[in-house]
T-cell receptor, first 110, second 115 residues
Framework: RKEVEQDPGPFNVPEGATVAFNCTYSNSASQSFFWYRQDCRKEPKLLMSVYSSGNEDGRFTAQLNRASQYISLLIRDSKLSDSATYLCVVIGFGNEKLTFGTGTRLTIIP | GAVVSQHPSWVICKSGTSVKIECRSLDFQATTMFWYRQFPKQSLMLMATSNEGSKATYEQGVEKDKFLINHASLTLSTLTVTSAHPEDSSFYIC???????????FGPGTRLLVL
């Protein structure tokens, strides 16, 4: 089983729609969680951290369920500029190494 | 603005040559930096952890004699791909945490093409 698993997609979603991604992780001792965004042929960029209580940043909402070991990302009122690959990232306990999911490709359709 | 830089941004070289990639933290000191490799349509795979003042820690399956890492200062880590071959062609990215156990900032990456 992979340490961090995501549905690779692709998700093709009309502009203005709401889209949700899930991610599961295998190590119950994982301590930090993030969503990164990666555009084609570019480096990953931090979208948001994920906190146990859930957190929101504009149109983006992240949730963490430690009991079920999954993380979610919700994008509301999607824009064309949201088209990218979204990477679920986990940091294990006691270290700084990032473990990446395979990424979910999102395309927003006009 | 960018907080981690990489140089060069792209390299084309002949098989058998060695290629050095630099990763710099621009406005903070990084005792630890990470090197990743990403093949087309795949996720980032951690290759090694670069530690200032000590040896790098390599992930399983990564040849330390082929991918030489030197963390020369608190703001610079270098990755040298020795005797590069076409299968080493990839996107190499470094990252560094500003604050331990918190988010990491990625360099813009280096595209390596070995002919």
């Amino acid at each position: 089983r992979k340490e961090v698993e995501q549905d690779p997609g692709p998700f093709n979603v009309p502009e203005g729609a709401t889209v949700a991604f899930n991610c599961t992780y295998s190590n119950s001792a994982s301590q930090s969680f993030f969503w990164y965004r990666q555009d084609c042929r570019k480096e990953p960029k931090l979208l948001m951290s994920v906190y146990s209580s859930g957190n929101e940043d504009g149109r983006f909402t992240a949730q963490l369920n430690r009991a079920s070991q999954y993380i979610s990302l919700l994008i509301r009122d999607s824009k064309l500029s949201d088209s990218a690959t979204y990477l679920c990232v986990v940091i294990g306990f006691g270290n700084e190494k990032l473990t990446f999911g395979t990424g979910t490709r999102l395309t927003i359709i006009p | 603005g960018a907080v981690v830089s990489q140089h060069p941004s792209w390299v084309i070289c002949k098989s058998g040559t060695s290629v050095k990639i630099e990763c710099r933290s621009l406005d903070f000191q990084a005792t630890t930096m990470f090197w990743y490799r990403q093949f087309p349509k795949q996720s980032l795979m951690l290759m090694a952890t670069s530690n200032e003042g000590s040896k790098a820690t390599y992930e399983q399956g990564v040849e330390k004699d082929k991918f030489l890492i030197n963390h020369a200062s608190l703001t610079l880590s270098t990755l040298t791909v020795t005797s590069a071959h076409p299968e080493d062609s990839s996107f190499y990215i470094c990252s560094a945490p500003k604050v331990p156990l918190e988010t990491q900032y990625f360099g813009p990456g280096t595209r390596l093409l070995v002919l």
